[in-house]
């Protein structure tokens, strides 16, 4: 067998290496392209986290049980259904789209933890007065985690070696630190505008007013907010741009009109505690 030189060896290893990261990274994407480490699994198994970080404290996150409260969250599941079967998810048959009530009618917030956990207050629902503004406040929260902004956003600040040992398993301190942190987590500007973007996209496939998020944010705005930032503003930063973004989308998709469905929603509203 012929001896391979040294420089030939080195440069094979280095290739075999390369192409090694390279198919990593290239399986390692979400479906719009952008560089992810996480698999979807992973996604799930972070999402998961956050949901026994939940659980783990009932005082500060008080959920409201199924059982006891089934006809709201029949009306719950059947609003988030509707968008979830819009037909413009990526990942509607791949992440476990659970959703939940928290009930504390002081807060105006709702949030979704990767893998489409999702969590959203009394205090924004009885905000509310239609279900087009609660759709697209779903809408909204459903394309953080459709996105998948909170692991995007991860790959770039953690970087790809210190997550790879969190995925390996080996780093079980960290993975609890990251959960922790996604709950109440701020969105950058970009993930904000696409995710109202993706919810008139959403809403546009369903019953109802694509642009529910725009009225969602024209009645924070009214109501004036005199205690300070809602807690939806702080952990979805504002601009003044927002409610014309989300209308010139409407516009742009041509949507058929849709619903408001008052009288559904006062009914869900209804059966709150
Ligand atoms: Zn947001």
Redesign the pocket.
Known sequence: MPKIPFRLRFMLVMAFVWMAVGSELFTRCTKDGKVNIFTVQDEIDLGLQVKAEIEADPAQYPILPRGQYAEAYGHLDRITNSILNSGKLSYKDEFVWEVNIINDDNTLNAFCAPGGYIYVYTGLIKFLDNEAQFAGVMG??IA?ADRRHVTNSMTKQYGVATLLSVIAGDNQGLLTEIAGGLIGLG?SRD??ND?DAMSVEYLCGTKYQSNGAAGFFQKLKDSGQSGGIPAFLS??PDDDKRIERINTKAAELACAPGGTFDAEYAAFKASLP
């Open positions: 909204h929260e953080h969105f993930h904000e995710a952990t979805h």
